[in-house]
């Protein structure tokens, strides 16, 4: 099948808005050979889609050649929105999964389709020209997102945070470059590539949500200004004690730690608030 065919013929080729006024203008009365005229829209097609005696062709809709769309546009619709809520719930759906969903899809609702009963899958061809159809739609690699940081991320969460944040910059009037943002991240010594996942066009961050980190983790403490003012990190180590070693290529200033688990304890957090005094 091809997957970008080029028109060789005029057929069809009529404006979808001018079709749809003019079936409006014949069903209020307006003489078909007028309507036509008037809209610039092909006569016998216009008296089709006025009596619906075309079996696939309704309304404005356009058939060329004898292959069907699967779905409707409202079972699309319904289906796009199906991908974009889950990529929302940390539950991406990648493209296998979706060729999965188009074949069960169709057949629990007894819809007639081409697709592949062995493998029950949906073919890459009804999948590129869904892609097309919905360019809102990208492929996304999801960063892995622990199921505790997933619940914690809410709305009430952050608006709590940035009003606290707004009565104390309000009290205080604190300069850009007195404002400092820290977080930590974990790197992994192994790294596992997630599938890409199906997610709203121009979104900035997609989660995938993990029941568990792999690999051996260590935590990396960093924080930077408004200004721009950075602070060199804190590095913990999953381990008792520390080596020299560790610290080679490590950016200057940056202060190590260490811990079985690799993760913040209160401990050496005094210690990195220690460290951020010192510097800011």
Same mark, same amino acid.
């Given at each position: 099948m091809v997957s970008k065919y080029k028109r060789k013929t005029e057929q069809q080729s009529w404006d979808p808005q001018a079709m749809q006024r003019a079936i409006n203008a014949v069903r209020d009365g307006m003489p078909m050979q007028t309507a036509a005229k008037n809209f610039n829209v092909p006569r016998n097609t216009l008296k089709r889609r006025v009596? &619906? !005696? &075309?079996?696939?062709? !309704?309304?404005? &809709?356009?058939?060329?050649?004898?292959? +069907?769309p699967v779905f409707n546009a409202e079972q699309e619709q319904h289906l796009v929105e199906y991908l974009l809520e889950m990529e929302? +719930? $940390? $539950?991406? @759906?990648?493209? &296998?999964?979706? +060729?999965?969903?188009?074949? !069960?899809l169709a057949e629990q609702n007894n819809i007639t389709h081409n697709f592949n009963h062995e493998t029950k899958l949906a073919g890459k061809d009804w999948v590129r020209g869904f892609r097309q159809r919905h360019p809102e739609m990208v492929l996304r690699v999801p960063e892995a997102t622990s199921a505790a940081r997933a619940q914690a991320f809410n709305k009430v969460n952050v608006t709590k945070f940035f009003d606290i944040l707004e009565d104390v910059q309000k009290n205080h009037l604190y300069p850009p470059h007195r404002v400092f943002n820290v977080d930590e991240t974990g790197l992994m010594t192994v790294q596992t590539k997630s599938s890409k996942v199906f997610a709203l066009k121009g979104r900035r961050q997609v989660g995938s949500l993990t029941s568990a980190e792999r690999g051996v983790l260590s935590t990396f403490v960093v924080s930077m200004s408004?200004?721009?003012? $950075? @602070?060199?990190?804190?590095? @913990? $180590?999953? +381990?008792?004690?520390?080596?020299?070693?560790l610290q080679d290529g490590s950016p200057p200033g940056t202060v190590f730690a260490c811990h079985p688990s690799g993760w913040m304890q209160t401990d050496i957090f005094t210690q990195w608030f220690e460290h951020f005094f010192a510097l800011c």
């Open positions: 009596l &619906n !005696k &075309n079996q696939h062709a !309704k309304e404005t &809709n356009k058939v060329l050649g004898h292959y +069907r929302v +719930r $940390f $539950f991406g @759906i990648t493209l &296998n999964d979706l +060729r999965s969903l188009a074949y !069960k408004a200004g721009g003012t $950075f @602070i060199p990190p804190m590095v @913990i $180590f999953p +381990r008792q004690r520390m080596k020299v070693e």
